[in-house]
C-alpha cells in the first residue's frame, strides 16, 4: 500500500479502473473475464483459454473502481490528496496506463459538458482555484503548459508554429526540462480551460480498431503553482507545487488494431516508449539495478522525478472487462503490480531561484515606484499652480484642494494632466485672439505651446502606459479570501474536511481487511488440531490440494511471463524493422 515510511520515502499509488463491457463485445459474445473486489482492492483476471479448475489471477492494489464507479468518487478518494499536497509546495504527477480503449483519457478528461463525467483534469482546476480564493494572507501564480509527445518528438501543443520541434535540456539544480515550452498565466478556472482546449484542438488522435479516437500521443498538461507568504521569520517564503497530468497513448498490438498508413508507425514508437517505461520500473523495483535507463525514451527522461525521485505519484491502470483483452489487461495488471513497488522522495519546493512569483512581485514594486513618481511629480506641480493662481487671485477647485492618497494616483496625475492640457489650450488660443503680436512671434508662441501639448499627451501616454501594464501585472497575482463569503467558505472546508475523512476511512478499511485475510490464514494453520489420523490426513490432503493448486498457478505465470516476453520481442522486432525500412528510404 502506499505510504510513507521511516526513512521519508513514499510508495507510488496505484489504483485500478475497469470500464464497462461495452456494446460492441456483448454483440460478439465475449465473456468477462474481470472480477473486482472493491471492499478488498483486488483484481481478479480468469483465462478464457485455461484448462479447467486453473485459479484465477489475483492482484492487489491501493484501490479498484469498477465500471459503476463515479469520477468524483476515484478524485475524492485518490487524487484530492495529492492536488493538496501540490498546492503545499510539492511535485505530483498523476498518469492513466493501459490498453487502447480502456478509458484513460475519459478518466484524465472525462466530459467536459457533463459535471459528473468530468475527469481527473477539470475536477483539478477547480480544486485548485477554490483553495486559492479561500487562503488568507497568500499570493498565488498559476501558470499552464501543454505539450504532446509525437512519434518521439516533443511538440508544444499551446505554440502557434506546430512544426516545431521542442529539445529536452538538464539543469543540475531544477533537473529534465523543455527549451522554449510556452507557459501563459492563468487567473481562474475558465482561462486555464481554455488553454486546455486551445491544446486538445491539435493533440494528434486517429482511428483504430481498438478506439475510433485513439490517442497517438503522449500528452502531458503541466500546472506550475508558485505561493508566496509571510513566514515566522517576517521574510516572504515563496514554495512551488508542480502537477504532470499526463494522458498515455494506449498500449495495444498492432496485429488487433487494424490500423494502416501513419498508424502502424505511431504504434512502433507508442510501445517503444511505453515499453522504455516498463524497464524503468523493473529497474527501479528489482533493487539490483546500478542505471536506471530513463534516456531510453523522452516519455522516460520526462517522468523522470515522478518515477523514483522528487514527486508524489498516482498511476491509474485502467482495463478492458472482455476475453478478448486478457493478455492487454493482464500485462497492464502486471506493469502495475510491479509499479506499486516505486519508492519516491518527495519534499516540498521552498524559497526556489527561478520562480515567475518573485520576478512579478518585484515588477510590480517597481512600476508602482514610477507611478508613484509621476504622481507625486503631479502633486507638486498641482500645488504650485495653486499657489500661482492664490497669487493671481483666483480660488483653488475643489479637486485641486484634495488630498491624494496612494489608491488616487493615477487619478491625481490624470487630473493634473488634464488641467495642464486645458490650460495650454486656453493659453493657445489667447495667443490667437491677441493682435498686439507680430506675426512671427504669434507663430514662435504658438509652436513652442503645440510642443508643449505634444510633450504633455506624450506623457500622459506612458503614465497610462504604466498603470495598464501595473494593472495587469497585479491581476495576475491571484489572493485568496476576497470574494469569498466567510460563513459560505467555512461550509464548505467542512464539507471537504469530511469527504476527505470519508475516503481515508475507506483506505484504512481496505488495508485492515486485507491484512486481516493474511493473518486468518497464519491463524488457522496454527490453531489446527486434529480429533483422529483420519481429519489429519484429511486436512493435510486439503492443504497438499492448495498448495498444489499454488505451484500450478506459479508454474502458469512463468509461462504467461515467458509468452509476454515472446510477444513484446515481436513487437520490439516489428519496431526495429520498421526503423530499418525508414532508414533504408532516407
Same mark, same amino acid.
Given at each position: 500500500m502506499a505510504g510513507k515510511s521511516r526513512s521519508g520515502c513514499e510508495a507510488l499509488k496505484v489504483v485500478a479502473r475497469c470500464r464497462p463491457m461495452s456494446r460492441k463485445e456483448e454483440a460478439a459474445g465475449y465473456e468477462r473475464v474481470l472480477e473486482l473486489d472493491v471492499k478488498l482492492g483486488q483484481v481478479s483476471i480468469r483465462n478464457p483459454r485455461a484448462a479447467p479448475g486453473e485459479l484465477p489471477?489475483?492482484?492487489?492494489?491501493?484501490?479498484v473502481y469498477d465500471a459503476s464507479s463515479k469520477q468524483a468518487d476515484l478524485y475524492d478518494e485518490t487524487v484530492r490528496p495529492l492536488i493538496d499536497s501540490v498546492l503545499q509546495g510539492f511535485n505530483g504527477t498523476i498518469f492513466a496506463y493501459g490498453q487502447t480503449g480502456t478509458g484513460k483519457t475519459y478518466t484524465m478528461q472525462g466530459a467536459w459538458a457533463e459535471p459528473e463525467k468530468r475527469g481527473i483534469i477539470p475536477i483539478s482546476f477547480e480544486h485548485i482555484f477554490t483553495h486559492i480564493s479561500r487562503s488568507q494572507n497568500q499570493q498565488y501564480l498559476v501558470r499552464a503548459s501543454y505539450l504532446e509527445i509525437y512519434q518521439e518528438e516533443i511538440r508544444d501543443l499551446l505554440a502557434k508554429d506546430q512544426s516545431k520541434k521542442l529539445e529536452l535540456k538538464e539543469n543540475p539544480e531544477t533537473g529534465v526540462y523543455i527549451k522554449d515550452l510556452s507557459s501563459f498565466v492563468t487567473k481562474n478556472v475558465k482561462e486555464i480551460e481554455h488553454v486546455m482546449n486551445l491544446g486538445s484542438q491539435t493533440r494528434s488522435v486517429g482511428s483504430t480498431n481498438m478506439n +475510433?479516437? /485513439?490517442s497517438r500521443s503522449h500528452a502531458i498538461f503541466l500546472i506550475t503553482i508558485e505561493c508566496s507568504e509571510t513566514g515566522p521569520?517576517?521574510? +516572504?517564503? =515563496?514554495?512551488?507545487?508542480? !502537477? @504532470?497530468?499526463?494522458?498515455?497513448?494506449?498500449s495495444e498490438r498492432q496485429s488487433k488494431m487494424g490500423a494502416h498508413g501513419e498508424r502502424p508507425k505511431e504504434a512502433s514508437k507508442i @510501445? !517503444? /516508449?511505453?515499453?522504455? !517505461?516498463? @524497464?524503468v520500473i523493473s529497474a527501479l523495483v528489482d533493487g539490483k539495478s546500478t542505471h536506471i535507463p530513463y534516456r531510453d525514451?523522452?516519455?522516460t527522461r520526462l517522468l523522470q522525478d515522478s518515477l523514483g525521485g522528487n514527486a508524489k505519484t498516482i498511476m491509474v491502470a485502467t482495463l478492458g472487462p472482455a476475453s478478448h483483452s486478457y493478455d492487454e489487461s493482464l500485462s497492464t495488471l502486471r506493469f502495475a503490480n510491479r509499479a506499486k513497488n516505486i519508492k519516491n522522495k518527495p519534499r516540498v519546493n521552498e524559497d526556489p531561484k527561478d520562480t515567475l512569483l518573485r520576478e512579478f512581485q518585484e515588477e510590480i514594486i517597481r512600476l508602482k515606484a514610477q507611478l508613484e513618481k509621476r504622481g507625486m511629480l503631479g502633486k507638486k506641480r498641482r500645488r504650485s499652480s495653486r499657489r500661482k493662481k492664490a497669487v493671481d487671485g483666483e480660488s483653488a477647485t475643489e479637486n485641486e484642494g484634495e488630498d491624494d492618497n496612494e489608491d488616487g494616483l493615477e487619478k491625481n496625475m490624470e487630473n493634473y494632466l488634464k488641467e495642464q492640457k486645458e490650460r495650454l489650450e486656453e493659453e493657445k488660443a489667447a495667443i490667437q485672439d491677441d493682435h498686439s503680436l507680430v506675426s512671427e512671434e504669434k507663430q514662435k508662441l504658438l509652436q513652442e505651446k503645440e510642443k508643449m501639448i505634444e510633450d504633455l499627451r506624450k506623457e500622459q501616454e506612458a503614465t497610462e502606459l504604466l498603470a495598464t501594464k501595473y494593472k495587469a501585472m497585479e491581476s495576475k497575482l491571484l489572493i485568496g479570501g476576497r470574494t469569498i463569503v466567510d460563513h459560505t @467558505?467555512?461550509?464548505q472546508k467542512?464539507? +471537504?474536511l469530511k469527504r476527505q475523512e470519508i475516503a481515508e476511512q475507506k483506505r484504512r478499511e481496505r488495508e485492515m481487511q486485507q491484512e486481516m485475510l493474511l493473518r486468518d490464514e497464519e491463524t488457522m494453520e496454527l490453531r489446527e488440531t486434529y480429533t483422529s489420523l483420519q481429519q489429519e490426513v484429511e486436512i493435510k490432503t486439503k492443504k497438499l490440494k492448495k498448495l498444489y493448486a499454488k505451484l500450478q498457478?506459479?508454474?502458469? +505465470? =512463468?509461462?504467461?511471463?515467458?509468452?509476454?516476453?515472446?510477444?513484446?520481442?515481436?513487437?520490439?522486432e516489428e519496431a526495429q524493422n520498421e526503423q530499418t525500412r525508414e532508414l533504408k528510404l532516407k
Amino acid at each position: 500500500m502506499a505510504g510513507k515510511s521511516r526513512s521519508g520515502c513514499e510508495a507510488l499509488k496505484v489504483v485500478a479502473r475497469c470500464r464497462p463491457m461495452s456494446r460492441k463485445e456483448e454483440a460478439a459474445g465475449y465473456e468477462r473475464v474481470l472480477e473486482l473486489d472493491v471492499k478488498l482492492g483486488q483484481v481478479s483476471i480468469r483465462n478464457p483459454r485455461a484448462a479447467p479448475g486453473e485459479l484465477p489471477k489475483t492482484f492487489t492494489f491501493d484501490a479498484v473502481y469498477d465500471a459503476s464507479s463515479k469520477q468524483a468518487d476515484l478524485y475524492d478518494e485518490t487524487v484530492r490528496p495529492l492536488i493538496d499536497s501540490v498546492l503545499q509546495g510539492f511535485n505530483g504527477t498523476i498518469f492513466a496506463y493501459g490498453q487502447t480503449g480502456t478509458g484513460k483519457t475519459y478518466t484524465m478528461q472525462g466530459a467536459w459538458a457533463e459535471p459528473e463525467k468530468r475527469g481527473i483534469i477539470p475536477i483539478s482546476f477547480e480544486h485548485i482555484f477554490t483553495h486559492i480564493s479561500r487562503s488568507q494572507n497568500q499570493q498565488y501564480l498559476v501558470r499552464a503548459s501543454y505539450l504532446e509527445i509525437y512519434q518521439e518528438e516533443i511538440r508544444d501543443l499551446l505554440a502557434k508554429d506546430q512544426s516545431k520541434k521542442l529539445e529536452l535540456k538538464e539543469n543540475p539544480e531544477t533537473g529534465v526540462y523543455i527549451k522554449d515550452l510556452s507557459s501563459f498565466v492563468t487567473k481562474n478556472v475558465k482561462e486555464i480551460e481554455h488553454v486546455m482546449n486551445l491544446g486538445s484542438q491539435t493533440r494528434s488522435v486517429g482511428s483504430t480498431n481498438m478506439n +475510433e479516437h /485513439s490517442s497517438r500521443s503522449h500528452a502531458i498538461f503541466l500546472i506550475t503553482i508558485e505561493c508566496s507568504e509571510t513566514g515566522p521569520d517576517g521574510e +516572504e517564503h =515563496i514554495r512551488v507545487g508542480k !502537477l @504532470n497530468l499526463v494522458d498515455l497513448a494506449g498500449s495495444e498490438r498492432q496485429s488487433k488494431m487494424g490500423a494502416h498508413g501513419e498508424r502502424p508507425k505511431e504504434a512502433s514508437k507508442i @510501445n !517503444l /516508449s511505453l515499453s522504455a !517505461l516498463g @524497464n524503468v520500473i523493473s529497474a527501479l523495483v528489482d533493487g539490483k539495478s546500478t542505471h536506471i535507463p530513463y534516456r531510453d525514451s523522452k516519455l522516460t527522461r520526462l517522468l523522470q522525478d515522478s518515477l523514483g525521485g522528487n514527486a508524489k505519484t498516482i498511476m491509474v491502470a485502467t482495463l478492458g472487462p472482455a476475453s478478448h483483452s486478457y493478455d492487454e489487461s493482464l500485462s497492464t495488471l502486471r506493469f502495475a503490480n510491479r509499479a506499486k513497488n516505486i519508492k519516491n522522495k518527495p519534499r516540498v519546493n521552498e524559497d526556489p531561484k527561478d520562480t515567475l512569483l518573485r520576478e512579478f512581485q518585484e515588477e510590480i514594486i517597481r512600476l508602482k515606484a514610477q507611478l508613484e513618481k509621476r504622481g507625486m511629480l503631479g502633486k507638486k506641480r498641482r500645488r504650485s499652480s495653486r499657489r500661482k493662481k492664490a497669487v493671481d487671485g483666483e480660488s483653488a477647485t475643489e479637486n485641486e484642494g484634495e488630498d491624494d492618497n496612494e489608491d488616487g494616483l493615477e487619478k491625481n496625475m490624470e487630473n493634473y494632466l488634464k488641467e495642464q492640457k486645458e490650460r495650454l489650450e486656453e493659453e493657445k488660443a489667447a495667443i490667437q485672439d491677441d493682435h498686439s503680436l507680430v506675426s512671427e512671434e504669434k507663430q514662435k508662441l504658438l509652436q513652442e505651446k503645440e510642443k508643449m501639448i505634444e510633450d504633455l499627451r506624450k506623457e500622459q501616454e506612458a503614465t497610462e502606459l504604466l498603470a495598464t501594464k501595473y494593472k495587469a501585472m497585479e491581476s495576475k497575482l491571484l489572493i485568496g479570501g476576497r470574494t469569498i463569503v466567510d460563513h459560505t @467558505n467555512e461550509q464548505q472546508k467542512m464539507l +471537504e474536511l469530511k469527504r476527505q475523512e470519508i475516503a481515508e476511512q475507506k483506505r484504512r478499511e481496505r488495508e485492515m481487511q486485507q491484512e486481516m485475510l493474511l493473518r486468518d490464514e497464519e491463524t488457522m494453520e496454527l490453531r489446527e488440531t486434529y480429533t483422529s489420523l483420519q481429519q489429519e490426513v484429511e486436512i493435510k490432503t486439503k492443504k497438499l490440494k492448495k498448495l498444489y493448486a499454488k505451484l500450478q498457478a506459479v508454474k502458469a +505465470e =512463468i509461462q504467461d511471463q515467458h509468452d509476454e516476453y515472446i510477444r513484446v520481442r515481436q513487437d520490439l522486432e516489428e519496431a526495429q524493422n520498421e526503423q530499418t525500412r525508414e532508414l533504408k528510404l532516407k
